[in-house]
């Protein structure tokens, strides 16, 4: 029943390196846009449904100009929303026990004045150490890569560390920022009892696949989705939609940074991008792939997570490879399926190495490590693209097999989600698939159209789980080697 109801819903020498030429990345042509905006007139923003016939391309021109700077301003705010984070459960700048996200949700969201101030007591208790000891870090953060990153977005918020005040304002910004945190995580859970109760599963997804259109662009990423990407992967495989080392180029739209977990993350290794090998991995396991041919490349807006993956490159142009560390809670209730993931985790991509070390207030995390094979890092190209209004203008025969875009659209409505695809559909090859756990209208006008799911459980914990939808690009899929539709 809730397929049926789905599916009608969804219906090794030292090379020089180099970032793509700029002018491969173009903005969403107005031809392309423009059935959208007559589609979804009545939402969409007032100065692109004003326009007078005659301005509208210009207009259209304008707004998407503005509009891409506005969304890149939002990864400041997601910038905040990691070091709240950090703050909360990280163990390298203080011995003070982890915030979990228990005693998060046993504080009341009280508006009474009395009840406030008891609330806010009990909170100054919980986390006014981890506060302190944050604040030091940041006013000396070495070589501590978290603890620069917090200091520069403290930073750009104003907090002058010259100064004589800039303990009293990095400690105000911070505890402004886990309040307003904590109102959101609040916002969002009465969004989601919303949406359950409809008793419509469609339509809850539907809702939860656009509910963080108002928040920050946060880059914190975690493993379970990378377990999903697979299983949809094995599934594709399964009814024939992907073919036997079909598959050659695979673009990673926003793959994040894993620099403290949402839930209760762990900041003692070094900053990492996953979902670039995990795909890939995947890829490789099931025979979906050429090891010495799969290219998996990244399209984000982020400077910090570009950056990150050129400096893994131009290293793996020297031999070096790239190590992941994969940390598991045994605490966190993994289904069996999870857990063997987890173990099986780059085998194909790498071998395993030696841990970090994990600390004492961690004991009891099981960590393993892999080291990415170079020759697999030196192929990973990057583009500088926000989804939303540009794309990756390719030739044919560079374009993708395969786009992810798992914990991406979330951050946008409908209407420039339906420009999203727009993009997606112009960077894929005929027959291509982009595979999302988000569900994305389908409008009459649109090249990409939903031809399955895959619904995974990563644990007991209530709605812990991602439906992984693919679309496919209209047209034939063209066979590998051949370019010609």
Not at 280 to 298: F, G, I, M, Y
Request: hydrophobic fraction near 40%; avoid cysteine.
């Amino acid at each position: 029943m809730i397929r049926r109801l789905f599916t009608s819903a969804i219906a090794i020498g030292v090379a020089t390196f180099a970032l793509p030429p700029a002018t491969q990345i173009g903005r969403t042509p107005f031809d392309d846009a423009k059935p959208i905006l007559e589609a979804m007139a009545e939402i969409i923003p007032a100065e692109l449904r004003d326009a007078a016939a005659e301005h509208r391309q210009e207009t259209w021109d304008t707004w998407a100009t503005k509009r891409d700077a506005e969304i890149r301003d939002r990864l400041a705010q997601g910038d905040a929303d990691s070091v709240i984070n950090f703050l909360l459960f990280g163990t390298s700048f203080t011995a003070a026990p982890r915030l979990t996200s228990e005693q998060l949700r046993s504080i009341p969201a009280a508006t009474a004045d009395d009840v406030k101030q008891q609330t806010e007591a009990a909170w100054q208790t919980l986390f006014e150490k981890r506060v302190q000891d944050l604040v030091r870090g940041t006013m000396t953060p070495g070589a501590n890569e978290r603890l620069r990153f917090a200091r520069a977005t403290l930073q750009r918020a104003g907090v002058d560390f010259s100064g004589a005040e800039a303990k009293q304002k990095a400690s105000t910004y911070l505890y402004e920022n886990v309040k307003r945190v904590i109102h959101e995580q609040s916002s969002f859970q009465q969004a989601l009892q919303a949406a359950k109760s409809l008793n419509n599963p469609v339509e809850e997804f539907a809702e939860r696949s656009k509910l963080y259109k108002e928040r920050g662009l946060s880059l914190d990423t975690s493993l379970p989705p990378e377990y999903a990407l697979e299983a949809a992967l094995t599934e594709m495989k399964r009814r024939g939609l992907l073919k036997a080392e079909g598959v050659q180029r695979v673009g990673i739209i926003g793959p994040g940074l894993d620099f403290t977990d949402k839930q209760e993350g762990f900041d003692f290794y070094p900053t990492q991008t996953v979902q670039p090998f995990a795909v890939t991995d995947s890829l490789l396991r099931l025979q979906l792939a050429k090891p010495d041919v799969v290219e998996a490349d990244v399209l984000d807006l982020s400077p910090r997570v570009l950056k990150h993956v050129e400096r893994a490159r131009r290293l793996a142009m020297q031999g070096r490879g790239y190590t992941i560390q994969l940390p598991r809670n045994p605490a966190g209730g993994w289904k069996t399926e999870l857990q063997a993931y987890w173990e099986r985790f780059g085998e194909q991509i790498g071998s395993a190495t030696a841990p970090a070390a994990v600390p004492p207030a961690l004991k009891g995390i099981s960590l393993r490590a892999v080291t990415v094979r170079p020759a697999l890092v030196r192929r990973i190209k990057t583009f500088d693209v926000d989804i939303i209004l540009q794309r990756a203008n390719l030739p044919e025969d560079e374009k993708f097999d395969l786009l992810i875009a798992t914990n991406i659209l979330v951050y946008y409505g409908t209407f420039e989600q339906s420009l999203a695809m727009t993009n997606i559909a112009a960077m894929l090859k005929p027959g291509g698939f982009l595979l999302t756990n988000n569900a994305l209208l389908e409008l009459p006008s649109s090249e990409m159209h939903s031809v399955g799911y895959k619904t995974v459980v990563y644990s007991d914990r209530a709605d812990d789980g991602d439906h992984i939808v693919w679309y496919q690009r209209k047209g034939k899929a063209v066979e590998p080697g051949n370019t010609r539709q």
